[in-house]
T-cell receptor, first 112, second 115 residues
């Protein structure tokens, strides 16, 4: 099994550009989440989903959109990139409340 | 506000000595607690979890963690540290009645094991 696959691994954007970070899992997990990791701040939840067609906001949702049209895919869209969105982004999925997350390998995004 | 605290940014231990990485939490309901490890330029890997039952839980790579409800703590421990244990460790909690997708992470503790 591939687990959780994130693409791209690295990306440089100019301020104001938009882009989509891709996340796909092949474990049939209903629950998926997007986090950003910043030094000294741990991981902060951006958006999450409890199943296809259902998404909700996390702690830091501003500037990001998500959709969940299938169980497998959970893309994260940056609407108009800002330097404050420079970060490492992780997608994660889980089978349910009593299980740990499986994480993707991350996308390192730099906004200049 | 619901939160997880890892009071030490860095823990330094000599190889062969016991190690402890501290975690305390403040959440509603009965929490589910987790520890994850992150090696350089990698995603996080699940180490262990506490859901219910025995307060001492065992996980991967010889790690264990002790749940203390009265102190709202979930410290990570290992009896004998290895140099290969050097990594960034995150404590995480799912508040009671919260979604499986809505887990709160601490700020992380960098563990450094010297030979």
């Amino acid at each position: 099994n591939a687990g959780v696959t994130q693409t791209p691994k690295f990306q440089v954007l100019k301020t104001g550009q938009s882009m989509t970070l891709q996340c796909a899992q092949d474990m049939n997990h209903e629950y998926m989440s997007w986090y950003r990791q910043d030094p000294g701040m741990g991981l902060r939840l951006i958006h999450y989903s409890v199943g296809a067609g259902i998404t909700d906001q996390g702690e830091v949702p501003n500037g990001y959109n998500v959709s969940r049209s299938t169980t497998e895919d959970f893309p994260l869209r940056l609407l108009s990139a800002a330097p404050s969105q420079t970060s490492v982004y992780f997608c994660a999925s889980t089978l349910g409340t009593a299980y740990g997350y499986t994480f993707g390998s991350g996308t390192r995004l730099t906004v200049v | 506000a619901q939160s997880v605290a890892q009071p030490e940014d860095q823990v330094n231990v000599a190889e062969g000595n016991p190690l402890t990485v501290k975690c305390t939490y403040s959440v509603s309901g009965n929490p589910y607690l987790f520890w994850y490890v992150q090696y350089p330029n990698r995603g996080l890997q699940f180490l262990l979890k506490y859901i219910t039952g025995d307060n001492l839980v065992k996980g991967s790579y010889g790690f264990e963690a002790e749940f203390n409800k009265s102190q709202t703590s979930f410290h990570l421990k290992k009896p004998s540290a290895l140099v290969s244990d050097s990594a960034l460790y995150f404590c995480a909690v799912r508040p009671g009645y919260s979604s499986a997708s809505k887990i709160i992470f601490g700020s992380g503790t960098r563990l450094s094991i010297r030979p």
